[in-house]
């Protein structure tokens, strides 16, 4: 015993939350996401056990939890169970068992991600690139260039001097 939904999952090319879903698909799991249980059928490869802090106090802080791990068989016992019946076997006790019959346990991956990527994501993407390569740049672009440059305007304006181009003079003293 001692593979989580997870670990076991890795094998399928799956999440945990696949993972149930496949288990509950073909009768090891009852239950909902959250609330599962071992069927008699996953008491064969299974164990639950039943997890509780019991601190004292309020039931938020005393949380109860179960966790369930899976023997080394487990996957080829599903792997063979797959094969024989590809949508499931077991019906379910959330769903009618004329439906049952129909539940697809969804395509094997091999790990890729086929999810196409958004344009919006994309330009996200750029947007964060860009900002970590302008970062070591912007610092001494603002200490070197434009905090001079403001603190020059700022003088000219203070003291009245003419800026280039503002007075229409040639750039001598009048007499």
């Known amino acids: 015993m001692g593979k989580s939904a997870r670990v076991l999952g890795r094998e399928f090319g799956r999440s945990a939350r696949e993972m149930n879903e496949l288990l509950k698909a073909h009768g090891y799991l009852y239950g909902k996401p959250g609330a599962y249980g071992l ?7 299974g164990q639950e056990q039943h997890h509780s802090r019991g601190t004292g106090g309020s039931a938020q802080y005393n949380p109860q939890w179960e966790t369930r791990t899976w023997s080394d068989e487990t996957a080829s016992a599903l792997w063979a169970d797959m094969e024989a019946n590809p949508g499931g076997g077991a019906p379910s006790d959330d769903v009618p068992p004329q439906e049952a019959k129909h539940v697809d346990p969804g395509p094997r991956h091999d790990g890729s991600d086929e999810r196409e990527t958004s344009w919006k994501e994309v330009a996200a993407i750029g947007m964060v690139a860009g900002a970590f390569l302008a970062a070591p740049h912007v610092k001494p672009f603002w ?18 001097e003419p800026g280039e181009g503002n007075s229409g003079s040639s750039g001598s003293p009048a007499s």
């Open 39 to 45: 069927t008699e059928k996953g008491r064969q490869y």
């Open 143 to 160: 200490h070197d260039k434009l905090k001079p440059a403001a603190r020059s305007l700022r003088r000219r304006f203070a003291k009245g």
